[in-house]
């Protein structure tokens, strides 16, 4: 931005392979408001819904759900998952039923896309991405989802990025954070992972997380070296506790 005049508006859109753009937002309302709320776990912003695209936060369900009338809606502020239907929503999968069953919902003559995302919907309409629903933890002490979580941590000078992972079987999952460090600093392992561990007690959505591993560099996408490959950490860290 600092190389554009002052009235440049840059928009980031959110969407997926099966449907985009879902949602944009300007990146004014991220610098002067959201990435504030998004360090205090709020979730990732990513907008408000394009025209023309229906938005609908669902309860979460990892089944698979035939009709629109076996759904449960949900009210704005509470994480569910993200469903769409629109002219860019693609109706069905190349050749795969399985995928169709998981990931589209029939209603009538139209089609509900799964997206296997989680969010909530905010009072001004805008929507905050939470995680992928499968990497969701499903803890004794309750749900937690990655990205909030993961922003708290984020928040030291010392971490590059970090990733949430659940150790054992949901409903009794043991959360561990892992964490790449910034290789700009030279900060004593030791002491950063003291101020991460208070800083996750000073969290009600990161107090339960007490267990830190570092990690040298994340499994990624190929394609998108942000999106982490943490069911491929979960099984590292599984083997690294013992």
């Not at 805008?126 to 979580?149: D, E, H, M, V």
């Not at 561990?176 to 910034?182: A, F, G, H, K, Y």
């Not at 070296?225 to 506790?241: G, P, S």
Request: some cysteine.
């Amino acid at each position: 931005q600092s190389l554009l005049t002052s009235d440049a508006r840059i928009h980031t859109p959110y969407g997926a392979t099966e449907a985009m753009p879902i949602t944009t937002i300007d990146s004014q309302e991220i610098l002067t408001e959201t990435r504030a709320q998004s360090e205090q776990g709020y979730g990732l912003c990513v907008g408000r819904p394009v025209d023309r695209l229906d938005l609908r936060i669902i309860a979460i369900d990892d089944d698979s759900i035939a009709d629109w009338s076996a759904v449960t809606p949900l009210a704005p502020g509470d994480v569910g998952e993200i469903v769409v239907r629109g002219d860019q929503v693609a109706r069905h999968y190349y050749d795969n039923k399985e995928a169709d069953q998981l990931h589209k919902i029939i209603d009538g003559d139209q089609l509900w896309h799964r997206t296997g995302d989680l969010g909530w919907i905010d009072t001004k309409g805008r929507l905050w991405f939470c995680g992928r629903k499968s990497q969701r933890l499903q803890t004794a002490r309750g749900t937690l989802y990655t990205i909030p979580c993961e922003s708290i941590f984020n928040n030291h000078p010392a971490v590059s990025r970090s990733a949430l992972v659940g150790i054992g079987q949901a409903p009794d999952q043991r959360p561990v954070i892992c964490i790449e460090l910034d290789g700009r600093h030279t900060t004593d392992r030791g002491v950063v992972e003291n101020e991460l561990l208070e800083l996750a007690r000073g969290h009600a959505l990161t107090r339960q997380i007490d267990t830190l591993l570092f990690h040298d560099a994340f499994p990624v996408d190929i394609r998108h070296n942000a999106k982490i490959f943490r069911e491929k950490l979960a099984l590292w860290a599984e083997k690294k506790l013992g």
